[in-house]
């Protein structure tokens, strides 16, 4: 699986961003899919996950009700609308996909390469 993530870009505080993740497979849609950020200075973790039909989501405490993760299996798709958004969510965010939520929450199997998103205060 090939994922290549775009959208990121400088915001000031309380604004929005979309990102983006293209996948390339046919098999898309069996998969789970998710959002990670690294930060500056810090270890990538986690930020958002769904499932493979778009059933079930789920998302770090810091960016709960904040952030919202789609997808669209006809585009091979997934998203991250981002909105509220705030100096600490700066950072590298990779797309990744695995098969299922569980498993892409601790160790996915795929990495896209990153999109930078710079929040400035």
């Known amino acids: 699986v090939q994922l290549q993530a775009s959208g990121g870009g400088l915001v000031q505080a309380g604004g929005s961003l979309r990102l983006s993740c293209a996948a390339s497979t046919r098999t898309f849609r069996v998969y789970s899919l998710g959002w990670f950020r690294q930060s500056p200075g810090k270890e990538r973790k986690f930020v958002a996950a769904?499932?493979?039909?778009?059933?079930?989501?789920d998302y770090a405490d810091s960016v709960e009700g904040r952030f919202a993760i789609s997808r669209d299996n006809s585009e091979n798709a997934v998203y991250l609308q981002m909105n509220s958004l705030k100096p600490e969510d700066t950072g590298v965010y990779y797309c990744a996909a695995a098969g299922t939520t569980a498993v892409l929450k601790t160790a996915p199997g795929y990495w896209g390469q990153g999109t930078q998103v710079t929040v400035s205060s």
């Open positions: 769904i499932s493979w039909n778009g059933g079930n989501t």
